[in-house]
């Protein structure tokens, strides 16, 4: 069976500081990846994706980044953290149907 | 750009009640509308889902039903019990592939015994 990761669980960051989140999926080859962000008492807001290694699209502009260097790894960046990148940082991944499966999830405070 | 609108935000019954939540989305392309059911600091589960060639799914007392000409589709949990309170997030696909899903604001159920 399936099974997706992410890490670290939580993380407390100053302002200005770089971030380095990372989601892997076991079990299945090729799926496509997506990272969102729910801020406190929000939905979900669809960052990126990705349908294959080094395949990345950006859904809105902001002061985060993603990469794909391996099949079954994602990872979104950013240089310096603003007090507004805040918020539960979601992984999901599909494969041949629409139906999405998140991680568990990584809880980020910029302070 | 498109949406799928949400309500209620919150949603207060007792335990025994029924429950609906109702979602409206606007890409009339969509075909492909999953719920989602999130607990508190967890990440969202589906619950339930249902396609465009399908009008009603239930699962023990969870039913989804879906609307296509109003593009309207709702979740009815019924006999609730406080281990059905959390957010629900409903989601419709996006034309254009990638099999994206864009999601509802999500509505918060608390059932009290």
Known sequence: SQTIHQWPATLVQPVGSPLSLECTVEGTSNPNLYWYRQAAG?????????????????????????????????????????????????????????????????????L | GENVEQHPSTLSVQEGDSAVIKCTYSDSASNYFPWYKQELGKRPQLIIDIRSNVGEKKDQRIAVTLNKTAKHFSLHITETQPEDSAVYFCAASLSGGYNKLIFGAGTRLAVHP
């Open chain 1, 42 to 110: 929000r939905g979900l807001q669809l960052l990126f994706y990705s349908v294959g290694i080094g395949q990345i699209s950006s859904e809105v502009p902001q002061n985060l980044s993603a990469s794909r260097p391996q099949d079954r790894q994602f990872i979104l960046s950013s240089k310096k953290l603003l007090l507004s990148d805040s918020g539960f940082y979601l992984c999901a991944w599909n494969k041949g149907a629409e139906t999405q499966y998140f991680g568990p999830g990584t809880r980020l405070l910029v």
